[in-house]
């Protein structure tokens, strides 16, 4: 019977080709495309889950209310981790990390030619690969990272800096100072892990490296710590207990309050960094699921238009003996075979697609979670969800048809499902519409961010971070630069615009509570290098004092400052000399921050700022060849320093930077958009087509009786135009209500202007005549003699 059933599905498919190939690319596509986002968001939520004991690790938290503001931090003294295993029999284990935020220069003492910048640089305690589950290939667990500058590498690192070589016992440079002797050698983190390290240090490192670091670890703030308990059920007596141990260490802020989060919900939880992304990962996972149900309903809406012309199969069926549920079988087999086909293509269609959706998105996801139980099992569920959603309504609607009444050829609409396809089609266009809108929106609030005025100048500035050799030496390196053609200032601070900023918090004048005041410190051509204005000037000369300080608007209002601000007193002796107009320099979605800059003429002090880097700013002449200035300016820096490499990057890449998630959200948009309207499109085309050809007879006799062409386009149209019509009154609130709510997210926002439902509403109409008119006047300008020659 099986046999039989799949037989009959392949004829059908195999005698409807224009249907069998719109629906079976219809579904594949929008399967491919859930498949890839799905992918993303599985991926999301898989981090950290490979550890073996994931369930029972632990990051402690702190927050600390300051004034307004909570502030969040995970750095701690480096002595609570053992204070609370000592005081604690839940704590089996812990492990202190510290990322370097910075890059690092790293050099194979053997290639003293090649030296390179990294990032994935960690410091941490022998304990980190008992605790995490990550895989060391060389080396000795217990005694890889015990001593002072021991060091464990990735795979990548080791095929990097030694080739086919075993690296267990060679040494690697570390920014040009120290030397670090290869204990291990690690597999490479999966994707899907927090900790994407190339570079383990031994904790013990840290504070071998300079007095600065001494001084670090023994307070407070140098080191994450992440806890292995017992149980689960041991995080309520750990967390009471974490301010008594922490006393015990004479470097704690006992006024903060503390938790302990889950590990593997760190990359989606407390994510301080970056809320962006959790936010971004909804909205896809929502999206996916709507463009298959986008194209399930098309397959079921061209499937039951199709029901009139498989009617008496089902009518003879039945008189000669086949019940319901043999029916409904026998359709179903031909929908599960249509979404094996479609299936197997959309397979092939995420082969091809993978990587350019990755580029899209800036992803990485490894091979091996492709194929793990857990994605592999979500493939076949999608499978079997899919096929039982397609195959549901078509098998019930044909399986339903009274044998007596379609043989005598009456089929009346209710039976064909007529209200339940407009159904499908007003949905398909609703979300197509409503896509359309949304992609307008987002497109026209990150257009207003990148062109939005920042009070500073962020073209054709070329920004240098300085190396910690060339900064103690700043003042040559300066003035060769400035003295280039085609260079029209310089500038340095102590930390990069859009970057991030130093804050320390000041009592608001008025109410006594804590105000946060970013601070930065820069020299006498910052205002000039970046275009900012004055609201206050200060008087000339007064700068060289170096207690003398300016603020921004921004400042003045919010510590309460009343009358004149000039010449009143921050904290114990910085006394305000001037006020500079607000200017953005950190993202747009924090607003303007209230900052204190302080101005010192003697550059040195900027750069030896404890814990500060240096950054340069050039500011080039939109007349010149950039990158040929770019590599004269790299050519100088060499001279400065010859061990690392020239780094750069330009200032408004920085600025674009603080929204990459409305970026990626305007890509994926568009992607969507595109392919909802392609979905409907092939939906709307197949049931116009359908249409045409029951009605071919009816065409030819109203031709026959002096129709125009443009009379029977009209009357095959003017059905479907009525339900985008509805479609566009339904997404227009819809997408009003979801863009409303993600645009509270933001300081600067647009207010969403009428001509973009105007131009959605317009767009998909024109898309919907387009698609229609291709079929109906091809059905128009048939001959009619043709039409009625079988009558």
């Known amino acids: 019977m099986l046999t039989n059933y799949l037989k009959i599905a392949l004829r059908n498919l195999g005698r409807n080709k224009t249907y069998s190939f719109i629906n079976i690319f219809g579904l594949a596509s929008g399967m491919a495309v859930s498949v890839l986002i799905l992918m993303f968001v599985m991926h999301e939520f898989s981090y950290d889950q490979f550890h073996v004991r994931h369930e029972r690790i632990f990051r402690i938290l702190a927050t600390v209310k300051m004034g307004e503001t909570d502030m969040q931090f995970n750095s701690f003294s480096t002595k609570l981790g053992p204070a609370l295993k000592e005081y604690n029999p839940q704590v089996k ?176 939880g407390n994510n301080f960094n970056d809320s962006g992304n959790t936010k971004l990962i909804s909205i896809f996972a929502g999206v996916a699921i709507l463009i298959l149900f986008l194209a399930l309903f098309n397959y079921m809406s061209l499937t039951t238009a199709r029901a009139t012309l498989r009617a008496k199969e089902v009518g003879v069926r039945k008189v000669v003996g086949a019940g319901r549920s043999g029916l409904v079988k026998q359709f ?26 990755y580029d899209l998105l800036d992803l990485q996801i490894d091979a091996s979670f492709l194929i793990s139980p857990s994605f592999l099992g979500f493939l076949i569920v999608l499978l079997l969800v899919s096929a039982l959603i397609a195959g549901s309504y078509p098998a019930l609607i044909l399986s339903g048809f009274a044998p007596l009444q379609v043989l005598k050829g009456r089929l009346g609409g209710s039976q064909g499902g007529t209200a339940v396809r407009r159904l499908f089609m007003v949905f398909q266009f609703t979300v197509s519409i409503a896509l359309i809108i949304c992609s307008l929106v987002v497109k026209s609030q990150l257009s207003f961010m990148q062109n939005k005025k920042l009070g500073l100048y962020k073209d054709q500035i070329l920004t240098i971070p300085l190396s910690e050799t060339v900064a103690k030496g700043f003042f040559p390196l300066r003035d060769e630069i400035r003295q280039q053609v085609g260079v029209q200032n310089v500038t340095v601070t102590n930390a990069g615009l859009f970057k991030g900023y130093n804050m320390w918090f000041i009592k608001n004048f008025t109410t006594k509570e804590d105000v946060g005041l970013a601070n930065m410190v820069t020299d006498s051509q910052f205002m000039k ?50 006020i500079v107009k607000d200017f953005h320099f950190t ?14 003429s003697d550059t040195t002090n900027i750069l030896n700022f404890p814990g500060q880097r240096g950054v340069l700013y050039a500011r080039l002449d939109p007349k010149t060849d950039i ?114 709510k993600w645009l509270q997210d933001f300081t600067y926002k647009i207010q969403m202007p009428v001509w973009i439902f105007v131009v959605s509403g317009t767009l998909a109409i024109v898309i919907a005549l387009v698609t229609i008119s291709f079929q109906s006047i091809k059905a128009a300008l048939m001959n009619p003699v043709e039409s009625l020659k079988n009558e």
């Open 93 to 268: 284990d812990f492990v202190r990390l510290r990322s370097v935020v910075d890059k690092v220069v790293i050099k194979n003492p053997e290639r003293p030619s090649e030296a390179f910048y990294e990032q994935n640089f960690m410091f941490a305690d022998p304990s980190f690969f008992d605790v995490f589950s990550f895989d060391l290939l060389k080396g000795n667990k217990k005694s890889i990272l015990e001593k002072p500058f021991d060091l464990v590498i990735s795979e990548r690192a080791a095929e990097k800096y030694f080739g086919d070589l075993d690296p267990i016992g060679k040494t690697l440079l570390y920014q040009g100072t120290h030397l670090m002797q290869i204990t291990g050698v690690a597999k490479n983190p999966p994707s899907n892990s927090s900790f994407n390290f190339d570079f383990i240090a031994s904790s013990t490192t840290f504070p071998a490296l300079s007095e600065e670091n001494k001084n670090a670890w023994e307070h407070a703030g140098a080191f994450s710590l992440y806890l292995l308990l017992d149980s689960k059920g041991s995080v309520a007596a750990v967390q009471k207990n974490i301010k008594r141990e922490g006393n015990r260490t004479g470097a704690f802020d006992s006024e903060a309050n503390y938790m302990l989060e889950a590990f593997a919900t760190t990359h989606l």
């Open 332 to 357: 179903y087999i031909e929908s599960v075979l249509v979404c094996v086909f479609a299936f197997a293509l959309a397979f092939l269609f995420v082969q091809l697609l993978r990587q350019p959706f």
């Open 529 to 578: 290098t970046l275009g900012l204005q004055w609201k206050t000037e200060p008087a000339a000369g007064v700068m060289k004092n170096r207690n003398h300080v300016l603020i921004n608007e921004a400042a003045v209002k919010e510590l309460g400052i009343k009358g004149d601000p000039i010449g009143q007193v921050l904290g114990e002796k910085d006394e305000i000399a001037g």
């Open 587 to 600: 993202a747009l979605q924090n607003g303007i921050k209230a900052m204190e800059l302080l101005i010192v």
């Open 627 to 740: 990158q040929e200035k770019v590599a004269l300016i790299g050519q100088i820096f060499k001279k400065y320093d010859k061990e690392k490499p020239f780094e750069y990057y330009f200032l408004d890449d920085a600025f674009n930077e603080t929204f990459k998630t409305e970026i990626r959200m305007s890509k994926m948009f568009s992607v969507f958009t595109a392919l909802a309207i392609f979905i409907a499109c092939m939906g709307l085309f197949g049931l116009v087509t359908f249409t045409a050809e029951t009605r071919t007879k009816e065409i030819g006799i109203r031709k026959v009786l002096g129709a125009s062409v443009a009379a029977i386009v009209t009357l095959l149209s003017k059905d479907f135009v009525k339900l985008v019509l509805v479609a566009i009154v339904l997404a227009m609130p819809v997408a009003y209500y979801f863009m409303e």
